[in-house]
C-alpha cells in the first residue's frame, strides 16, 4: 500500500528538552547538525553542518546562490554576522527602466551564504571545515527523499521557473518537479560541495566555480563577473537590539528588515499588553498596529547602511521616537498607516546550541522560492534573487546602485534577559519574519508559552493599508472583534500560500534547553 503524506489531524508536538540542540524546517538536515554534535563539535559546527544539508535538502528555500546572516552567542559576547552580497558593479539605475526584475539573470546578486560558512567556521569552530560538507555531500550524491512539503513549493515552481535558465535540468528531473517522496540526486552539487570544503570557499569566489557562474552570466548578458565575487566579504557587523522591560531582542543592523521586529516590540512595550491574554483581539488588534508603523519607517528608510545618510537605525529606535510611534495607535480602530510589506519569500532557518552555552542563530536565502531561477550548468548551484529587494525610486536610500546590498527580508532573531542569552529563534517567509519575531517573543516572554506552544499558535500577518491576513485556526468570534476594530481580515489555511512562515526556536531553561520546531514546514527539533 502506497503511503498518504497529507495529515488529516490538528498538529501539536512536544517541546524537545536537552542540553545540546539542533531546530531545522527538515529533519535530515537537524540530523546533520546533531551529527557534528556528537563528532564532539559545538553549536557553530552543527548551525553549518544543517546549513550546508539544507540547500540540497530544501531547495524551494535556499541554495549554494543564497545569502546569509547569523546572531551568535559564543558564551561570553554576542556577534552578528553580515554575509549579504551586493550588486555587480555594472547595475544602475539606467539598467531598470521598468522597476527591479523578479527573476532571471537581471535580479542576481552576488551569493554570500559560502561566504558565512567560512567565517563562521575560522572564527568558532571546533571540527575540520571540509568535515562539515558530509551529510550534505551524501545527501546530494546518493540522493534523498523529498519531503512533502518542499514537494508541494517544488511543483509550484515547476511552470513558474521552467523557462529559466538551467533550472529545468536541474530542478525537473524527467521533466517535473519530484513528487513527495521520490529520491532526488545532485551529482553536480555534490562536487560543488566538495570543491568548497576542500578549498575554504575560495573556489566559490575566486576559482572554478566562481569562473562558471560569471561565464554563464555573460552568456547571458548579465552584469556579474568575477570581480563582483571575489570582491565579496562577509561582514562582522555587530548587532541592533529593542527591549521590553529587562528583555533585549536583538537583529542585524540593517540593510535587513530585524530592525522593524525591534521597533515593534519597543512601541507595543507601551501599549499594555500584559492586560490581555495572549489570542485575545485587544492584544492582537495592538500588535498589528505597531507592526504596521515599524514596517512603514522600515520601507522608507532600511537600506546599504552607507546608504542611510539622513535617518540611522539608532534614530528608528530612539525612545522617544518610539514612544511617538506608540502614540498614533488607537486602541479601538485599526488604521493605514501609509506602508505596504515586501514580497513573499523562500527562506529557510535553523539554530543549534550546546552545553557549553553557545547558541546560533542562523539564516540562509534564496529569496522568492528558488530565488532567481537561475541554474549554473554543471554546478547545481541555484542564484538568490535579492536584486528585488531595491527600488528605483529617486533618492531613495535603497535605491538600486554598483555594489551595493539591498534591503533583505531574512533575520535571525536572538533575545537576551539582563544581559544573560535567552532565546535562539527565527521564522522564515519574506515579509512574516519581522512580524513572526513580534509573536514568538511575547508569546514566550509575555505569555509563557512554551517554544513549541509559540510555533503551533495561529498567526497573523499584515499585508497592506487596513488588510491583515489571520489564519484559519483563529475563531470567529476573534476574527470578527478585529473586522469591528476596522481590520479588512484576510482568512487563510496555514499552508494556503507558506505566508504564515516556519518558526524554529530554542529557549534556555535550568539545565539545558527547550525547544520547538514549526508545524508548517517539515522540520524537526533534535538534542541530546
Not at 570582491?231 to 529587562?246: K, L, Q, R, S
Not at 498607516?337 to 539564516?363: E, N, Q, R, W
Not at 513572526?436 to 505569555?447: A, D, E, N, S
Request: glycine content about 12%.
Amino acid at each position: 500500500m502506497q503511503l498518504r503524506h497529507d495529515t488529516p489531524y490538528p498538529s501539536r508536538r512536544s517541546p524537545v528538552l536537552a542540553k545540546n540542540m539542533v531546530a531545522t524546517s527538515h529533519p535530515l538536515a537537524a540530523q546533520a547538525g546533531l551529527r557534528m554534535l556528537l563528532a564532539g563539535g559545538n553549536a557553530v559546527d552543527a548551525a553549518l553542518a544543517a546549513a550546508m544539508a539544507l540547500t540540497v535538502l530544501e531547495p524551494t528555500g535556499n541554495g549554494l546562490g543564497s545569502d546569509a546572516f547569523a546572531i551568535l552567542w559564543d558564551g561570553d559576547e554576542l556577534h552578528g554576522l553580515n554575509a549579504s552580497g551586493r550588486s555587480p558593479a555594472g547595475w544602475s539605475p539606467d539598467r531598470f527602466p521598468n522597476g527591479m526584475a523578479e527573476r532571471g539573470w537581471e535580479s542576481v546578486t552576488v551569493p554570500g551564504a559560502v561566504s558565512a560558512w567560512v567565517a563562521l567556521s575560522e572564527r568558532f569552530g571546533k571540527l575540520p571545515f571540509a568535515d562539515l560538507f558530509g551529510p550534505a555531500i551524501t545527501y546530494a550524491e546518493e540522493g534523498h527523499p523529498v519531503a512533502p512539503i518542499i514537494a508541494t513549493l517544488w511543483k509550484r515552481a515547476e511552470r513558474v521557473l521552467g523557462h529559466q535558465p538551467g533550472f529545468a535540468q536541474h530542478f525537473l528531473p524527467g521533466g517535473r518537479a519530484p513528487a513527495a517522496g521520490e529520491i532526488f540526486r545532485s551529482p553536480d552539487m555534490a562536487a560543488s560541495l566538495r570543491a568548497i570544503a576542500e578549498s575554504r570557499g575560495e573556489a566559490f569566489y575566486r576559482g572554478a566555480l566562481a569562473r562558471s557562474i560569471a561565464d554563464f552570466a555573460r552568456a547571458h548578458g548579465a552584469a556579474l563577473d568575477e570581480d563582483d565575487l571575489a570582491a565579496h566579504e562577509a561582514d562582522w557587523c555587530g548587532t541592533v537590539h529593542g527591549g521590553y522591560g529587562d528583555l533585549a531582542l536583538h537583529e542585524i543592523p540593517p540593510n535587513g528588515q530585524g530592525i522593524a521586529a525591534c521597533m515593534a516590540l519597543g512601541i507595543t512595550r507601551h501599549l499594555g499588553l500584559e492586560r490581555y491574554a495572549p489570542d485575545d483581539p485587544d492584544a492582537l488588534h495592538l500588535q498589528i498596529e505597531a507592526m504596521k508603523l515599524a514596517l512603514a519607517d522600515a520601507e522608507a528608510y532600511v537600506a546599504d547602511p552607507a546608504a542611510m545618510t539622513e535617518v540611522s537605525a539608532q534614530d528608528l529606535l530612539s525612545e522617544d521616537y518610539l514612544a511617538s510611534r506608540a502614540a498614533l495607535v488607537d486602541a479601538s480602530a485599526a488604521q493605514d498607516f501609509g506602508a505596504g510589506a515586501p514580497k513573499h519569500g523562500g527562506t529557510v532557518y535553523l539554530t543549534a546550541a550546546d552545553a557549553s552555552g553557545m547558541m546560533v542563530s542562523f539564516i540562509q536565502s534564496n529569496y522568492a522560492g528558488f530565488g532567481s531561477g537561475i541554474v549554473v550548468p554543471g554546478t547545481g548551484i541555484s542564484l538568490q534573487n535579492r536584486g528585488l529587494g531595491f527600488v528605483t525610486t529617486q533618492g531613495h536610500p535603497n535605491r538600486v546602485g554598483p555594489r551595493k546590498r539591498p534591503f533583505h527580508t531574512i533575520i535571525p532573531g536572538f533575545l537576551m534577559k539582563n544581559g544573560a542569552p535567552l532565546m535562539s529563534f527565527g521564522v522564515m517567509g519574506g515579509p512574516m519574519q519581522a512580524q513572526g519575531h513580534l509573536q514568538m517573543v511575547l508569546r514566550t516572554q509575555i505569555w509563557g508559552q512554551d517554544p513549541q506552544a509559540a510555533a503551533d499558535a495561529p498567526r497573523w500577518r499584515y499585508v497592506s493599508g487596513r488588510t491583515v491576513a489571520m489564519e484559519d485556526t483563529f475563531g470567529a468570534q476573534t476574527l470578527d472583534a478585529l473586522r469591528a476594530r476596522g481590520h479588512a481580515v484576510e482568512v487563510e489555511a496555514p499552508d494556503a500560500s507558506f505566508g504564515f512562515g516556519g518558526a524554529q526556536l530554542i529557549h534556555r531553561i535550568e539545565g539545558g534547553y527547550a525547544g520547538g520546531s514549526d508545524p508548517r514546514k517539515d522540520g524537526q527539533v533534535v538534542g541530546y
